[in-house]
Every structure is written in structure tokens, then in C-alpha cells.
Nanobody, 124 residues
Framework: QVQLVESGGGLVQAGGTLRLSCAAS????????MGWFRQAPGKEREFVAF????????VYANSLKGRFTISRDNAKNTVYLQMNSLKSEDTAVYYC?????????????????WGQGTQVTVSS
């Protein structure tokens, strides 16, 4: 069992920045690939970013490339999402997820564990 706790969300003006963190506990963190997803009201959960077990491999949603950066610190059992130049359309609940056998990293069903989410609201 892996427990995931997100933090760092909040209210920010358009153009601002936020850094989300996701702290993991329960199992060996480096055995899990990690992903960030988001879900806006009335919309399906969508892929944001993926990072491989060692941090050497990353994948981003095409629409977010250049603004968002995913990273991980296996010594701290934490994955991060740095979000720059935020837009109102980035408003959503952001979830981190952990998976042992992740193939593409972009599909929610590839992940075994999910956090409770953290709200990000971008005001225009």
C-alpha cells in the first residue's frame, strides 16, 4: 500500500506560479513511476505529466509543455509539479498517482495509488 498526500495548491493570479508536492509513504518510493493528473469541474480527469522511476524519463501533456515541470526526489519520497505562467484554464483539482507497471504514463488506469488531490484556482 502506498499513501500519497498532495500539497501546495491554492489561489493564484493568472501568470503566477505554484509548486505542488506529493509525499509518498508505505512502500519503496523508487519502485513507482509517478504521474500528475487534473480534473476540472464537469470534465474528465486528464493527464498532466509523468516521471519514471529514476527521474530520467518525463512526459508532458502537449498543451502544457514549457510551462509545467515534473521532478522527483527519491531520498525525500516526494514528487513535484512546478507550474509557471498559470492560466485560468489550469484551474482544477490536481492529483498525484503512483504505479509499478506504467507503460505510457498518460492513462489513469496504469496507476495503482492516488492521492486525495489539491485544489488549484487561477484567477484571471
Amino acid at each position: 500500500q502506498v499513501q500519497l498526500v498532495e500539497s501546495g495548491g491554492g489561489l493564484v493570479q493568472a501568470g503566477g506560479t505554484l509548486r505542488l508536492s506529493c509525499a509518498a509513504s508505505g512502500r519503496t518510493f523508487s519502485n513507482y513511476a509517478m504521474g500528475w493528473f487534473r480534473q476540472a469541474p464537469g470534465k474528465e480527469r486528464e493527464f498532466v505529466a509523468f516521471i519514471g522511476w529514476t527521474g530520467g524519463s518525463t512526459v508532458y501533456a502537449n498543451s502544457l509543455k514549457g510551462r509545467f515541470t515534473i521532478s522527483r526526489d527519491n531520498a525525500k519520497n516526494t514528487v513535484y509539479l512546478q507550474m509557471n505562467s498559470l492560466k485560468s484554464e489550469d484551474t482544477a483539482v490536481y492529483y498525484c498517482a503512483a504505479g509499478r507497471t506504467v507503460i505510457t504514463g498518460t492513462r489513469p488506469r496504469e496507476y495503482d495509488y492516488w492521492g486525495q488531490g489539491t485544489q488549484v484556482t487561477v484567477s484571471s
